[in-house]
């Protein structure tokens, strides 16, 4: 980059090769976009194209029998939108996809921040222990929800029987399958919703991991001396923390929040492996699932998922608008 | 004085709690990750009777151990089996080619936005994000409809294709860090040698980069291997196209499947991935989070 750029500049001072340098110039141009040209396609043809697509099937009544004959020109309509918006259970979904999103979110980059700091510091095994946090964010999520599934079963789980057994509690509890759990904490009668919880936690676990890789980088970059002064001044690992690692980790925070929460809100497998989207944990991408497989209906799931998408952006551009300056800051 | 001591003695105290309170969460944090696994592998050699009665025991001696799961999972299924020695081959298949040609096409691309100036350089980046910005299940309906057109959708082929779209701007921002580090005094070096640019590329350039590409290869493979998405939309129909991850999960709506099958397959899912982990786990963690302790 700063080898490009002096280049620039030394051009004027040798106004005899402008024109050379000009075809060097187109030439490196000619190659940039030929070497980026094979991404180019792949990305156009598997991306760009069916988003257009998506769009157009939105607003066409296409259900997978009359496909074939489904075209540029073919009747558009609202109604896909209309009964996207109509449909029982559409808000309720939405907002059920924004505690998921939220809820996993937050809690896999706190558990990737405590991940990082247990850490950081040498110990023997380290390596391997480093290896093993790792291995839910890399294991298959088909494996691994299956585990979570056995693990939570009330009939044979593992988690219920030592409940029962060790825990004293009066009955096993259905973790994916229970919409609503009531416990009563200091006399007050609150139903916790168990599944959407146990999704989160899921989530939580699975990528905490991304997170705890990405701060360890970054808190392996801090310079030792910073925290050495402080630490010969006398300040306590909470301040040390407090106010000399946390405004350094400031950026990387606010990267992965924003990576992890277009991903979590964007997620399908997880909830539809785990609870198939059933007692309170339908996402919205679930639901385009369920369109498009139980009702063939194309068009209203295209529509679903484009709201979901639009939902996305316009989060961002709030986030992006109010959270952006501060990450500046620091 | 008082006072004193008590503003002195908060270092000392943290410092102390933190110090056990470490080992406890890195006590806590490796149970966690390691016990599930565990307990997949536990319950694959367990009987299923043993497991119904006791569900809660974690531990098995090798007499109580059983390698039928292992048996009926990997038995191809015209012998009565589950067939998952075609549908590892199917994942296999699918995951190398998509690791190979995701580098043929990432790697000119990140050569290119890494060193060249062209027009649309800086948009390129919007591009990429558009990729993970619309959720996969939104690609998937017109892709849905585009490869049922084409006679793509049952193939491995298609599902290669997609693969690629899918891991190719990660790919680039991965390779591109590792190009900006490599000196491009080398590069000029080999022009005035003579070489071509795609020659500097090949002999300079690949085998300067040769950490970071495996890291990158892995990364890929990886994502490949545990997709279950697209292979669930586009393969369900043809048993014989199944992937591993397909295959499990479709495993587990069967009917007379037991858990400790399921685990059983989940173990052959899980395996592979593990051991290229595991012997190339320095390469992963370094090539994906390169660039992000530079802020």
């Not at chain 1, 964010?137 to 029987?161: C, H, K, M, N, R």
């Not at chain 1, 950026?251 to 991903?263: E, H, K, Y």
């Not at chain 2, 050699?45 to 043993?50: A, F, G, H, N, Q």
């Amino acid at each position: 980059m700063v080898a490009t750029r002096s280049r620039q500049e030394e051009r004027p001072a040798r106004p005899g090769r402008a024109r050379r340098t000009l075809t060097r110039r187109q030439r490196e141009n000619r190659a940039g976009l030929a070497y980026l040209s094979p991404t180019l396609i792949v990305v156009l043809v598997v991306v760009v194209l069916p988003v257009l697509w998506t769009v157009m099937l939105a607003f066409q009544r296409i259900r997978l029998i009359n496909l074939r004959r489904a075209g540029v020109f073919g009747e558009y309509t609202l109604a896909n939108i209309k009964l996207v918006f109509t449909s029982p259970g559409f808000w309720s979904s939405l907002w059920t996809t924004l505690a998921y999103t939220i809820g996993a979110t937050v809690s896999s980059i706190v558990l990737g921040l405590i991940a990082a700091l247990a850490l950081r510091g040498r110990f023997p095994g380290r390596t391997l222990v480093r290896a093993s946090v790792l291995l839910p964010y890399i294991a298959p999520v088909v494996a691994v929800t299956f585990v979570w599934e056995i693990l939570l079963s009330p009939q044979f789980g593992l988690v219920d029987d030592w409940g029962t057994r060790l825990l004293g509690w009066d009955r096993p509890i259905a973790f994916l399958s229970q919409r609503e759990y009531p416990v009563s904490i200091f006399g007050w009668q609150v139903d916790l919703p168990m599944a959407l919880l146990t999704v989160i936690a899921f989530e939580a676990w699975r990528y905490f991991p991304f997170a705890f890789l990405f701060l360890l980088a970054r808190l392996q970059a801090v310079p030792a001396e910073l925290e050495e002064a402080a630490r010969v001044d006398g300040a306590a690992p909470t301040q040390i923390f407090r106010h000399i690692l946390l405004p350094q980790l400031g950026a990387v925070l606010a990267l992965l929040s924003v990576l992890r929460f277009i991903m979590t809100f964007n997620k399908f497998d997880d909830v539809y492996l785990l609870t198939g989207g059933g007692a309170g944990t339908e996402v919205v991408t679930v639901r385009v699932y369920q369109f498009l497989t139980a009702r063939f209906d194309i068009g209203a799931a295209s529509a679903q998922a484009l709201v979901l998408a639009l939902g996305l952006v316009l989060l961002l551009a709030v986030y992006l608008r109010f959270l952006a300056p501060r990450v500046e800051e620091s | 004085m008082t006072r004193h001591r008590v503003v002195m003695d908060r270092a000392t105290v943290e410092t102390r709690v933190l110090r056990v309170l470490r080992w406890v969460v890195i006590a806590g944090l490796v149970v966690a990750t390691l016990f599930p696994f565990y307990y997949m592998l536990l319950l694959s050699v367990r009987p299923i009777e043993e497991v119904l009665q006791n569900p809660g025991r974690i531990f098995a001696g090798p007499a109580e151990w059983t390698l039928r799961t292992y048996r009926e999972v990997l038995t191809p299924a015209g012998r009565g089996g589950q067939g998952f020695p075609r549908f590892l081959l199917n994942s296999a298949l699918v995951s190398i080619a998509a690791t190979l040609l995701t580098l043929l096409v990432s790697l000119p691309g990140a050569y290119a936005v890494s060193r060249l100036r062209f027009v649309g350089r800086r948009q390129v980046h919007f591009l990429f994000l558009s990729v993970y910005l619309f959720p996969t299940i939104l690609l998937a309906i017109p892709l849905f409809v585009l490869f049922t057109r084409l006679g793509l959708r049952g193939s491995l082929a298609g599902l290669t294709i997609v693969y690629i779209a899918q891991t190719v701007p990660v790919s680039i921002y991965m390779l591109r860090n590792y190009l900006t580090t490599i000196p491009e005094s080398l590069e000029e070096a080999a022009a005035v040698d003579g070489y071509s640019r795609l020659q500097t590329l090949r002999k300079v350039v690949l085998p300067l980069a040769a950490p970071a590409v495996m890291a990158n290869a892995l990364y890929v493979f990886m994502i490949a291997w545990n997709e279950f998405l697209f292979a669930l939309l586009f393969l369900v129909e043809d048993r014989a196209d199944w992937t591993v991850s397909l295959g499990l999960a479709q495993l587990s709506g069967g009917i007379e499947v037991s858990k400790t099958v399921l685990m059983a397959g989940s173990v052959v899912l899980t395996l592979p991935i593990v051991v290229l982990f595991f012997a190339a786990e320095r390469l992963l963690t370094e090539g994906l989070t390169a660039g992000a302790d530079k802020g």
